[in-house]
T-cell receptor, first 109, second 116 residues
Framework: GQNIDQPTEMTATEGAIVQINCTYQTSGFNGLFWYQQHAGEAPTFLSYNVLDGLEEKGRFSSFLSRSKGYSYLLLKELQMKDSASYLCAVMDSNYQLIWGAGTKLIIKP | DTAVSQTPKYLVTQMGNDKSIKCEQNLGHDTMYWYKQDSKKFLKIMFSYNNKELIINETVPNRFSPKSPDKAHLNLHINSLELGDSAVYFC???????????????FGSGTQLSVL
């Protein structure tokens, strides 16, 4: 079966750096997506990786290793507004998104 | 201008009732979706429509029926509501053509459905 694993919850301090991991086992791979979802709101797109390596976008970076079935989302200079859930999703060989359950990130002052 | 809008925001109803949720997108996207997010925040796809044709129909009860009058609208009708249907339902859209654009979903604000 297809599976996406992420930690359920993480806590970090304002101004620090946090890494949210995602491992996947899917039938085929057409890219990995990260979404951010604030409590009570809709998910919003953050990043896309299809090739191995690091994609940087401001304070957020996303890394992919296809051979290991592994990705991480790196958040730098954490701000209180970064408190949210972060969802990892993989596009399989049928071009369908397979979603992880999300990681709830709590930022403390 | 809201890109993907869905109504209502909240829906409280009794078991056995029939209800509809409406969704509209003004992005000109080709594909629209309905997702269900349960209490554990897990997003599960229910339906996908591409140019008014159903292309995914996951194992959802046939009490749920999507209706797409045109490619900008995808409504969700639910018959004989059950307690287990309580969840947040999200409408979304994406543009086809590439994996990036297909996977970059734009979500509506969600409908919190509570079945009593």
């Amino acid at each position: 079966g297809q599976n996406i694993d992420q930690p359920t919850e993480m806590t970090a301090t304002e101004g620090a750096i946090v890494q949210i991991n995602c491992t996947y086992q899917t039938s085929g791979f057409n890219g990995l997506f990260w979404y951010q979802q604030h409590a009570g709101e809709a998910p919003t797109f953050l990043s896309y990786n299809v090739l191995d390596g690091l994609e940087e976008k401001g304070r957020f970076s996303s890394f992919l290793s296809r051979s290991k079935g592994y990705s991480y989302l790196l958040l730098k200079e954490l701000q209180m507004k970064d408190s949210a859930s972060y969802l990892c999703a993989v596009m399989d060989s049928n071009y369908q998104l397979i979603w992880g359950a999300g990681t709830k990130l709590i930022i403390k002052p | 201008d809201t890109a993907v809008s869905q109504t209502p925001k909240y829906l409280v109803t009794q078991m056995g009732n029939d209800k509809s949720i409406k969704c509209e997108q003004n992005l000109g996207h080709d594909t629209m979706y309905w997702y269900k997010q349960d209490s554990k925040k897990f997003l599960k796809i229910m339906f996908s429509y591409n140019n008014k044709e159903l292309i995914i129909n996951e194992t959802v009860p046939n009490r749920f029926s999507p209706k797409s009058p045109d490619k900008a609208h995808l409504n969700l009708h639910i018959n004989s509501l059950e307690l287990g249907d309580s969840a947040v339902y999200f409408c979304a859209s994406s543009q086809g053509g590439t994996e990036t654009s297909l996977g970059k979903l734009f979500f509506g604000s969600g409908t919190q459905l509570s079945v009593l």
